[in-house]
């Protein structure tokens, strides 16, 4: 071991939560001398393939702020893509992790099961839309889950096709690799892809606005597609997240997704909305399809469901549910017993903390700010999103043109400056937002003070 190993791992380690200093606070560059060793280490130990946006290497994170192994104490705009809602090292998730692993930490519930597992399924059929009869399965991840929504999909219906969208992201695994629209990065290279997969147009109102497309005639479009080069009799399931997350932000014009799940209903073909990003108080709704009413067949959930750990779910009509053979569905891992206590805690904190109505707050808050800048920058094409799941789209000034340069300066200038921003889109020109809900509102406005600042100058 060198002497640098030795240094980093002695490192008092800090304890997160959100006791931490509720500060923005830059004491090295960005990132700084330990922070770089450790990017070296990894070159050198982890495949290339696997990128970081933000290299500064993480000791504590709570509350709204993350915190890096030099000392800096950086704002999070981000919560791991949407997954730390309930803040980073949330008290209630740490305790009920820690009681269960003193307990017992795996048995496979497919083997000798247990009831947290079974809670969590209770807690998702009583959350999720509608209140039909309905069951849950649980897994390890959002492809893994969307993945399954689609073998029970064709299970129940005896058909093959699944039609997803443009710009959509459901994923890295193969079947949700065909599902994602974007090639690079997720796809370049690594086909063939799983076939009968089929991708429909996207209502995305900022660019459908010129054609003045609304919902109704978006969904027009994407059926007109799907019986024209589908047939709705080989149709077993549409996948579509109610707002895309890594496709932009995108939130369809209003009527898009109801006329596409009445279609689904009239036709016997399974709507699967993928809830991953959007799920969990994220939009200000328990889930998006809330905002509208929409009930999903089948409701995929992953990312803020557990807090940190790796949790996925897929909930639905009972019917639907129990289609495939007994024995159909499982895995090593799924609903693994710390994963389902750290899921426990969150939907406690969500309902006890009222946090649907903090992303609310912070929406409100993001809303006016960046409502403002987009009034006088130019560049600001469109704001969206809904709750704290907020986006720009930038642009050449005046047109619909992609500014993805703008949005890396942006981006490059508020890392350097101690925010955790995160961009995407179909383009890379969207600057997204997704701060924990556990943020104070002193942090959020600071963030927002900064990035004023920053597109002044870039
Ligand atoms: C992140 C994401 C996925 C994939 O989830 P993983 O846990 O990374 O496999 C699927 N769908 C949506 C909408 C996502 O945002």
Not at 68 to 87: E, F, K, M, P
């Amino acid at each position: 071991m060198t002497a640098t190993t030795t240094d980093l791992e002695t490192a008092a380690p800090a304890v997160g939560g959100p006791q931490l200093p509720q500060e923005r606070r830059l004491v090295t560059e960005i990132p700084g001398p330990r922070s770089r060793e450790l990017a070296a280490r990894k070159d050198a130990a982890v495949s290339s393939a696997v990128g970081t946006m933000l290299p500064i290497y993480t000791v504590a994170a709570g509350g709204g702020v993350v915190v890096d192994v030099d000392g800096n104490s950086l704002i999070d705009l981000g919560s791991g893509i949407a997954v730390t809602t309930v803040g980073n090292s949330n008290p209630r998730v740490a305790e009920a992790v820690a009681a269960q692993a003193a307990a017992f930490t795996h048995t496979c519930f497919m083997v000798t099961p247990y009831d947290g597992y079974v809670r969590v399924a209770e807690a998702l059929n009583r959350l999720t839309p509608g209140d039909h009869e309905k069951r849950t399965a649980l897994f390890n991840s959002g492809a893994e889950a969307v993945e399954n929504a689609v073998k029970i999909a064709r299970s129940h219906t005896g058909r093959q096709a699944v039609v997803a969208f443009d710009h959509g992201y459901h994923g890295r695994t193969n079947l949700t690799m065909a599902l994602t629209a974007k090639n690079m990065p997720y796809k370049h290279g690594f086909g063939p892809f799983a076939p009968e997969v089929y991708r429909a147009p996207m209502s995305y109102p900022f660019r459908d606005g010129v054609d003045g497309v609304d919902g109704p005639a978006a969904a027009r479009r994407a059926i007109d597609v799907i019986e024209k080069q589908v047939g709705a009799t080989n149709l077993a399931a549409v996948v579509i997240e109610p707002i895309q997350g890594e496709g932009g932000f995108v939130v369809p014009a209003p009527g898009f997704l109801p006329a596409l799940a009445e279609w689904c209903r009239a036709n016997g073909v399974v709507f699967v909305a993928d809830e991953v990003q959007t799920g969990f108080a994220r939009t200000g709704d328990l889930f998006a399809c809330d905002d509208e009413g929409v009930v999903p067949d089948l409701i995929v959930t992953a990312k803020g469901i557990a807090g940190g750990l790796p949790l996925a779910a897929v909930t639905g009509r009972a019917e639907i549910m129990d289609a495939p053979h007994a024995g159909g569905l499982g895995g090593t891992y799924g609903g693994n017993p710390l994963a389902c206590a750290a899921a426990l805690a969150v939907i406690e904190t969500i309902e006890t903390d009222g946090l649907v109505d903090r992303a609310r707050q912070i929406g409100a808050m993001m809303t006016e700010r960046l409502g403002a800048l987009q009034a006088r920058d130019p560049r600001v094409g469109d704001l969206r999103g809904r709750g704290a799941m907020i986006a720009v789209e930038l642009v050449e000034p005046g047109t619909t043109e992609p500014d993805a340069a703008l949005a890396q300066r942006v981006a490059a200038a508020a890392h350097a400056q101690g925010l955790v921003v995160l961009t995407c889109g179909t383009w890379g020109n969207v600057l997204r937002f997704l701060p924990p809900l556990s943020i104070p509102d002193h942090l959020l406005t600071e963030a927002l003070d900064v990035l004023d600042g920053i597109f002044e100058t870039s």
